[in-house]
């Protein structure tokens, strides 16, 4: 079993950034393995979060041959402006 498998199974959902910090591997390392056991259809896109400051949708993976979430759409200007007037108070 990969050792991103086996993180999965003891962690439950977990985006690459997550896997990352579990496994301590390079994000190429990262890249590959979940590449790898997503062509072997071990591995599936359960949902996306927007993490960072930036808040890029990220997907996190799941154990499992199901089909992927909808990748959600970009932020409209408007949501931009809410979360920058939230964050300035006013």
Not at 20 to 40: F, G, H, K, Y
Not at 44 to 73: Q, S
């Amino acid at each position: 079993m990969s050792r991103v498998l086996a993180a999965i199974e003891q962690h439950g959902p977990m985006t690459s950034v997550q896997l990352r910090t579990v496994l301590t591997c390079s994000p190429r390392t990262i890249a590959r393995l979940i590449s790898n056991a997503r062509d072997e259809g071990q591995l599936y896109v359960v949902r996306w979060d927007r993490e960072g400051e930036r808040e890029y949708p990220m997907p996190v993976f799941a154990l499992g041959a199901l089909p992927d979430a909808t990748k959600p759409g970009p932020r409209t200007a408007t949501e931009y402006q809410r979360k920058w007037r939230a964050k300035r108070g006013t």
